[in-house]
């Protein structure tokens, strides 16, 4: 993309600085601008301060945070430059939603659940001034749904945002912002937390309003994928400082600074290159997987029979987790229909899915945490009880699972140590002495300094805590690794990382895995083959190059057009 | 909605049942034979036979309890031991006086504790704020009796005698007759709920100014009294509804200690003069009652919880 | 965000608060009155605690007597003594009853939850003193039925907050993890759901204690409760009232030392409370950041 050639700029932010009260800096002298029509994407991972950044255009500073040097002004349409940041609280009021809007990241807490929506966007209108009369604010009210994709028939717009799916809360909260015309738009990560598609389409949305408005656009992101779907220029934020600023084309393909190409490499790409590189290293465990295999693989596994064309070990030995016929409801609500699975020693299935497709359910069904299930789920040949209760602890041992969130995953009032040891001491018969080694050596394995066995979680960073519980799975040396959307919860630095390790391990230690994830763009580093969950259904399996090159179904044709691609 | 409602109002019935139960089981905690305890050491086994055919105490445990039940869901409340008469006859008035202790204290802390918790929460970390957390604080841990004891020391004996410490009303008239007797028992009752509703109403306010859609408004550029009056008031009814409730019910409880300070002829003397004479008619109907009471205003919190949630009310259209 | 240093514990993030010391102080002073007073008062003032200093509204000692002549200094340093003690065991069994409660509840779910709610609601339908009442009204004013009826009456209270916490980190990963490694039930609840409760808990510790306090004293002041000849704040307060004017010290001494020991606790509990907000609101950025990345 190129960014339209325009002198002037709308949105200015000249050498920003913001502390907490207590005299930390969050911003450390942030300058941008942005032209009209222009998006500038601002990057930044967690605790960069691209929020308060983006705040700080509406002259909005959350509690605990105080403006501390620099400025930010805007040009509404053509006319004189106003500073947000000097302005008096009258002036700065009426500039908030009429001149500089907002679009916030989490749609379901920003809109007010006691309101109906056609309200809500009205009272933009009215509190600005927007239109000569009720009804001709309220036929913008019409216009701007209409303009965001949302039906605006009369019963739409008195629906609560609870009534609404998060995509089209979302799309609300687009509508409220575009209500009256702003000629800056400040997005914060208007995305996070929707499915892929519906994140295509939002983009879609705001690409077009803004292109047709002439409106600035600032998108605070951590995705680099969705950078280089929307942004016409990039600067990157860390810890307060923006290291790099330029065009989208120039940083995400040539990085001047170290921390952006450090980024700019953690992204993993669908055709396998980028940064997760020993993933490379990682596809030759998937040279047992011969090409001849690929074909029928794909029906023996949506079948359940088996693969009967494996190579001779695998055929002698039965699969280290197989799943079939699984079924599970909720009531009158199927969540799983008869999903069959299986994963061999040394293998890497991919289970993709977007959320309610059922994902979590089939990976807490095979840990033992479900709730009662139709069909079997068994480990190397021996069927598994649907409840950890009654599973025998060879069994429990042979099963282990990481779980998505590292923050949750581990008691914050046990030491890494004791976390890793707990598997050992309920489900081994190792003494002391043998546990504590076994912790030590496996700490060890997940490139986790012991010298932090003995710390609380909290005194960790996301990527260490993660470290330690895929210790804890791997501390009883399992034969199957449940990994549950691990990299989600953490940063895109971090993620590759852990990525990388999960693929070292399992060729070290030849245990079998089930990848579970939204993100297809990881398949090429893990996995060797995919399946696709969508309504609680495989609707499609097969070794990853199959189903990335030529997808058989619709459904994964869409996910495959819809993931943004750098 | 409405089944949640209907819902709510079966569980209400069925901890109601559950509290008579209770309120019946008790008095088979008595020691000894109430029969004896009335008649006292001296009276003859016939005179004994004789109480126990006359109060029913000869029939089994559950018929005495349905006797009893059916007796109070028909408005006869049981026979007083103390004084010979009616239960009802005995609490009529009273009941009266003490509904005005309680909806004056009720009436005044709940406006109160409202108004300064929502000052207290739009400046939250000012002087202010300040001030008013602390004192709150402070009086919230003072028991009845204690706040009741200073107010008589400062407003009616030694610094400003100008209220009387003592409700001394003529037989036979009520005792709102004479307004100026009411002011020290339901100030005490005020100042024992007020701070609880202050600091439920500062942080549930806060919670909701620290909200995503109360940022959101103010970003959208509305004035600060739309924010704050139609973003934010409106979600903190609810939770402080049930607060309100559960210091309502306090209340009861306090009104039985003020009642004993101020010498008010309300229901809460009663109680402290049936304990004393073992009279359990009487302890009986008025635990009865005051459970009764509670149930039902929590029961009103709820349901208003239940209409101000729209994610709640939108049921009906299901 | 790799800190180095261990974070300090919740007492001891607390007590830093200067809330928490003003309370410390506070009820320092009150305990140490009541538990060095049954044995420093007879020897300061001569007197024991039922015996005689002159006449009716003669002054006697410092603080004088009360109606029946008896020395109220006296009688002061020794009245707090059965008060705290029958106040810490009513807390202490309110809040181990209703924290055991409350965790099998809230872990167990379901039917047992129900139960368990179900006769909580009973209970929290009588104001606590009423209930009291009750209990006095058929057994008599007793020491250990006050300990035992103020405890159960909290037990309920306790409960619904060692519920609520339960639930809230019943379905956190580590304990889904805990059940994985087949942790019998009763080491889940006492290993890691316990340790993360301690927050709540404390504070429902701290608000029982203050309440205990409170009723232990009202009841006395009823006449209902620590029974004469026993020198007690309360029953003090019930004795002199009718003197209030003319010999204010049988009155205000009690009265004061009952609300420096309550509002002592109660900014300690206070002081707990932020403490536990605070490092909820740390464990929510986190969620945030979750939700951001």
């Known amino acids: 993309m190129t960014a339209p050639t325009t002198v002037a700029h709308t949105l200015v932010a000249r050498d920003l600085r913001v502390d907490t009260v207590t005299g930390q800096p969050v911003l450390n002298g942030v300058s941008y601008e942005i032209a009209p029509g222009e998006v500038l994407a601002l990057v930044g991972e967690s605790g960069s301060g691209k929020t308060t950044a983006g705040l700080a255009a509406l002259g909005h500073f959350r509690r605990g945070l105080v403006h501390s040097g620099g400025d930010v002004s805007v040009q509404p349409g053509g006319a004189a430059p106003v500073s947000v940041l000097a302005a008096g609280e009258r002036e700065r009021r009426s500039l908030r939603g009429s001149t500089v809007a907002y679009i916030p990241q ?9 309101l109906r929506i056609g309200r809500q966007i009205c009272e933009v209108l009215e509190t600005h001034g927007y239109g000569a009369s009720a009804a001709e604010r309220s036929a913008r009210v019409v216009e701007v749904l209409a303009e965001v994709g949302l039906p605006a028939d009369e019963s739409y717009r008195r629906r609560y945002p609870h009534e609404l799916s998060g995509g089209q809360q979302q799309r609300v909260g687009i509508a409220m912002a575009f209500a009256c015309r702003p000629s800056v738009v400040v997005l914060d990560e208007p995305t996070t937390g929707l499915d892929v598609t519906t994140q295509t389409l939002v983009l879609r949305t705001v690409a077009t309003l803004t292109a047709e408005h002439d409106t600035a656009a600032l998108y605070i992101t951590h995705d680099l994928a969705v950078v280089a779907t929307i942004a016409h220029r990039v ?18 393909r040539a990085p001047s600074h170290a921390y952006t190409l450090e980024l700019v490499t953690a992204v993993p790409h669908l055709d396998g290159t980028g940064a997760a590189a020993p993933s490379a290293s990682g596809a030759h465990v998937v040279e047992s997987v011969s090409d001849g295999r690929h074909a029928a693989e794909r029906h023996d596994v949506a079948s359940g029979s088996g693969s009967a064309s494996a190579s001779n070990g695998d055929r ?24 069959a699975l299986e994963v061999r020693a040394g293998e890497c299935l991919m289970l993709l899915g977007e959320s309610g497709s059922g994902k979590t359910t089939l990976s807490q069904c095979v840990a033992g945490l479900g709730r009662p299930h139709a069909g079997t789920v068994s480990v190397s040949g021996s069927p598994l009880a649907a409840s950890t209760q009654r599973r025998t602890a060879e069994q429990l041992r042979a099963v282990q699972y990481v779980f998505q969130s590292p923050y949750s995953s581990l008691n914050p009032r046990k030491t890494i140590a004791q976390s890793v040891e707990l598997p050992l001491r309920t489900l081994t018969d190792l003494d002391a002495a043998a546990r504590r080694e076994r912790v030590t050596e496996t700490l060890e394995r997940v490139r986790l300094d012991p010298a932090l066995a003995d710390r609380l979680p909290d005194e960790l960073s996301g990527g260490q805590r993660q470290r330690a519980a895929i210790a804890r799975g791997l501390v009883t040396t399992p034969d199957v690794l449940l990994c549950d959307e691990v990299t989600s919860a953490l940063d895109v630095s971090v993620q590759a990382t852990i990525v990388d390790l999960l693929c070292e391990l399992r060729r070290e230690l030849g245990m079998a895995m089930l990848f579970v994830t939204h993100n297809i763009a990881l398949a090429r580093h893990v996995a060797d083959r995919i399946a696709v969950l969508r309504g609680g259904e495989v609707v499609e399996s097969g070794t990853v190059d199959e189903v990335l090159d030529s997808p058989s179904h619709e459904y994964t044709r869409e996910l495959l057009a819809n993931t943004p691609r750098m | 909605m409405f089944r949640l409602i209907l819902r709510r109002l079966a569980i209400s019935v069925a901890v109601l049942w559950l509290v008579s139960l209770l309120v019946f089981v008790a008095t088979l905690l008595l020691p000894g034979d109430p029969a004896r305890a009335i008649l006292g050491q001296q009276a003859t086994p016939e005179r004994i036979a004789a109480l126990n055919e006359q109060l029913g105490l000869d029939a089994p445990v559950w018929q005495r309890y349905l006797d009893w039940l059916g007796g109070v869901l028909t408005g006869d409340l049981g026979t007083s031991a103390a004084s010979q008469g009616p239960v009802t006859e005995l609490l009529g008035g009273r009941i009266g006086a003490s509904l005005v202790l309680l909806v004056g204290a009720a009436v005044i802390s709940t406006a109160g504790g409202l108004a300064l918790g929502t000052w207290s929460a739009l400046r939250r970390g000012r002087a202010v704020d300040h001030t008013v957390s602390g004192i709150s604080l ?8 204690v706040i009741g004891v200073a107010l008589i020391v400062v407003l009616s004996t030694t610094v400003l005698p100008v209220f009387p410490s003592v409700t001394l009303a003529p037989p036979g008239e009520p005792v709102w007759s004479q307004p100026i007797q009411l002011v020290l028992p339901i100030l005490t009752l005020t100042l024992v709920v007020t701070p609880y509703i202050t600091r439920m109403m500062r942080a549930t306010m806060s919670e909701v100014l620290d909200s995503g859609y109360i940022e959101m408004a103010r970003l959208k550029g509305l004035p600060e009294r739309v924010v704050i009056t139609r973003h934010a008031v409106p979600h903190a009814i609810g939770p402080v509804a049930q607060v309100v409730a559960i210091q309502l019910a306090w209340l009861a409880g306090g009104v039985v200690v003020v009642e004993f300070l101020f010498r008010y002829p309300g229901i809460g003397q009663a109680l402290i003069d049936a304990v004393n004479n073992r009279d359990v008619a009487v302890v009986q109907a008025i635990t009865l009652l005051i459970a009764g009471v509670y149930i039902v205003v929590n029961l009103i919190a709820d349901i208003v919880g239940i209409m101000t949630n729209p994610k709640l009310r939108a049921e009906v259209s299901r | 965000m790799t800190a180095t240093t261990t974070r300090p514990t919740l007492l001891r993030r607390a007590l830093a608060l200067p809330q928490a010391k003003i309370g410390l102080a506070l009820t320092t002073v009150v305990v140490a009155v009541a538990l060095l007073g049954p044995w420093v008062g007879p020897w300061l003032t001569g007197h024991d605690t039922t015996g005689f200093a002159g006449k009716p509204f003669q002054s006697g000692g410092i603080a004088g007597t009360d109606g029946l002549g008896r020395d109220v200094l006296t009688r002061f340093l020794a009245g707090g003594l059965t008060l705290l003690i029958y106040a810490v065991l009513a807390t202490a069994l309110g809040l181990v009853l209703g924290a055991a409660l409350g965790m099998v509840a809230g872990y167990s779910g379901g039917r047992l939850d129900s139960l368990i709610m179900r006769g909580s609601d009973v209970l929290l339908s009588f104001p606590q003193l009423v209930f009291a009442l009750l209990a006095i009204a058929m057994i008599g004013p ?5 300990v035992l009826v103020i405890g159960i009456t909290h037990a309920p209270r306790v409960a619904r907050v060692a519920r609520q916490s339960t639930v809230a980190v019943k379905d956190a990963d580590f304990i889904r993890a805990a059940r994985m490694y087949a942790l019998p039930r009763r080491r889940i609840l006492l290993r890691e759901v316990l340790p993360n409760i301690t927050g709540p808990l404390m504070v429902e510790l701290g608000l029982r204690l203050t309440y205990s306090i409170g009723y232990v004293a009202s009841l006395s002041f009823l006449g209902l409760g620590i029974q004469p000849p026993t020198a007690d704040w309360g029953l003090m307060i019930n004795e002199n009232r009718i003197a209030l004017v003319v010999e204010p010290w049988g009155v205000l001494l009690p009265v004061l030392a009952i609300a420096v020991l309550t509002v002592g606790t109660n900014l300690i509990t206070d002081s707990l409370a932020s403490a536990a907000a605070r490092s909820s609101d740390a464990t929510t950025s986190h969620t945030a950041k979750e939700a951001s990345a």
């Open chain 3, 142 to 146: 007793e020491g250990w039925l006050l």
């Open chain 1, 235 to 252: 600067a990157v934020l860390r810890r307060g400082e923006v290291v790099e600023c330029g065009s989208t084309e120039e940083v995400l």
């Open chain 2, 138 to 145: 402070v009086v919230a841990a003072l028991p009845e009796f």
């Open chain 1, 106 to 114: 989490d749609p379901a807490a920003s809109l007010n659940p006691a």
């Open chain 1, 316 to 339: 002698e030995r039965p699969p280290a987790l197989s799943v079939s016929d699984l079924s599970v409801s909720y009531g009158d609500h199927r969540v799983l229909h008869d999903v």
